[in-house]
C-alpha cells in the first residue's frame, strides 16, 4: 500500500495501533460502522502539517466533522499523550534518545515577573478562538506544527 505525503507507514501503524482506543459496537449491530482509526488519524496528521483549516480536508479522509470530533475525543482521553509515551519509550530503548532526570524541563506557562505597564503588541501570527492551536491540542503537536516535517 503507497502512502500519501502526511500519512503512516505501515510500519508506523504498527507501532502506534495498540494505543488508539477500540470502537464501541452498539449491541443490536444498528447504526453506521465507524470509519477506519488509520484512516482519520491520516486525515489529522494532514491538517496539523499542512495547518489547513478542517473544512479543507481532502475527502479521502472522510468528512472533515468526523475527523475533528475523534480528534477532540482521542485528546480530551489522552490518547496522543499514551502515543507520545510510547514512541518516546521506544527511542530510549533504541538508544536515539538519552534523557537525564532534570535535564531538560517544559517551557513555564505561567509569567516570571509581573508585567509594568502596557508594551505594543509584537507583530507575529494572530490566535483566532477556535482555531487548532486554541482547541488545547498536546503541547507536542502544537510546538511541532511550524516546524512539522511529515514528508
Not at 21 to 43: F, I, Q, T, Y
Not at 82 to 96: A, F, N, P, S, T
Not at 99 to 112: D, F, Q, V
Request: net charge positive; proline share 10%; with cysteine.
Amino acid at each position: 500500500m503507497s502512502h500519501g505525503r502526511y500519512e503512516l507507514s505501515q510500519r508506523q501503524w504498527e507501532l502506534i495501533q495498540e494505543e488508539l482506543p477500540r470502537p464501541v459496537m452498539r449491541e443490536d449491530s444498528k447504526g453506521r460502522p465507524s470509519r477506519p482509526d488509520r484512516e482519520l488519524l491520516n486525515g489529522m496528521f494532514w491538517i496539523l502539517c499542512s495547518g489547513s483549516p478542517w473544512r479543507d480536508l481532502p475527502d479521502r479522509y472522510g468528512p472533515w466533522q468526523t475527523v475533528y470530533d475523534r480528534f477532540r475525543k482521542w485528546q480530551q482521553q489522552g490518547v496522543f499523550e499514551k502515543i507520545l509515551q510510547k514512541l518516546r519509550l521506544r527511542l530510549q530503548q533504541d538508544e536515539y534518545l538519552a534523557l537525564t532526570p532534570g535535564l531538560w524541563t517544559p517551557p513555564s506557562t505561567g509569567r516570571t515577573r509581573p508585567r509594568r505597564g502596557l508594551k505594543k503588541r509584537r507583530p507575529g501570527p494572530r490566535r483566532v478562538p477556535g482555531r487548532l492551536l486554541d482547541q488545547g491540542a498536546p503541547f507536542v503537536l502544537r510546538q511541532g506544527l511550524s516546524r512539522c516535517r511529515c514528508a
